[in-house]
């Protein structure tokens, strides 16, 4: 007999399935319903244009790529990152491993081909647990690492979307982002669960440091 699931993934699971973002992007072809998070950032702040050199952090299974390429129709490139395996999508180059390691960054230069990009997104989050108390501190790192690859990759003028859960830390991390960028924005999606304390930070106008 297999294990018995807890309340807490049983309550996940019909969550999940009864979804209406779910349900939509299994109906248009979508990876994943965090596209929906993507594309109402966008058609708001018109995010992703042609032309544009982009690089997803935490791109599996996919979705947020599949979107961006549909946006730029071939017209500039994208670069997707994750430690996961992730099947292939037209459009976009992946690359599967830790970018903090240099051989990996190595790669992620070597696809820019000595150029920066122009929009760095990262949709990245740790495992899980439902308790803020551990969630909080596994998240901030991720949302800080987004941050450091923008001073290795990101053009003077660029754009930084990142998740961060509200809590300790995110203000830090907010105060940091205006340092480095012109404007910074919180923006909740309708497609982030209500009682997630998920939000992303929008920053524009990246400035070199």
């Not at 982002?177 to 990246?206: H, T, W």
């Amino acid at each position: 007999m297999g294990k018995k699931r807890s309340k807490s993934s049983r309550r996940w699971l019909d969550e999940h399935v009864s979804d209406p973002y779910v349900q939509r992007a299994n109906r248009e072809g979508w990876r994943s319903r965090a596209v929906f998070k993507l594309e109402e950032v966008d058609l708001k702040e018109r995010l992703i244009k042609q032309g544009m050199r982009i690089i997803d952090l935490g791109a599996a299974p996919g979705g947020w790529c599949q979107y961006a390429a549909k946006k730029i129709q071939g017209n500039g490139y994208i670069v997707g990152l994750d430690l996961l395996e992730m099947q292939p999508l037209e459009g976009v180059d992946l690359i599967q491993g830790d970018f903090r390691e240099e051989e990996v960054l190595q790669e992620l230069m070597d696809v820019l081909d000595g150029k920066r990009a122009d929009l760095v997104m990262s949709d990245m989050a740790p495992n899980i647990s439902g308790m803020p108390a551990v969630d909080q501190p596994r998240a901030m790192p991720l949302a800080e690492l987004s941050l450091d690859l923008c001073r290795e990759a990101l053009s003077p003028g660029g754009s930084l979307l990142v998740k961060v859960f509200q809590g300790t830390g995110s203000q830090e991390l907010l105060a940091k982002m205006r340092k480095e960028f012109d404007k910074v924005k919180i923006v909740k999606p309708k497609a982030s669960r209500p009682r997630s304390r998920e939000v992303y930070l929008l920053a524009q106008g990246y400035s070199l440091v």
